[in-house]
């Protein structure tokens, strides 16, 4: 494969032969085209209460099996209006293997509608 502006790339095999069907998912990884993603963010448990020990989580890896430095994770926790319930920052190393990052907290009031926004910096992604 010459395409190399991604780090991963699957191909689809697939053969059929009478009522026999197979299916081949092959997975290729660029080792020298990074991407740093966000791959789930999260709150410790709904809805939040006042006064009761919380949390909010991210994982987060390199699309490809490098290492990328210098990276940015902000985690924010925001309710109805848009305004800021907390937030939780990583700054460090994402690699191939998955990373998680979390941030405790405590409020002084119930939310049950509120909203989870992960924002992402690294210098090697843009």
Known sequence: MNHNQY?????VAQTEYKDTKSILN???????TNRVTVNFSTIGSYPIKAGEDNFVFSCFNNNATGQVENNRLVITALD???????S???RGLMMGTMLGSKGGFKVNRDYANFSIKSELYSEETG
Request: proline residues 5%.
């Open 7 to 11: 780090p991963v790339y699957y191909l």
């Open 80 to 86: 109805e209006n848009g305004q800021e319930i907390t």
């Open 88 to 90: 939780h920052e990583y």
């Open 26 to 32: 092959i997975r290729f990884a660029r080792l020298e």
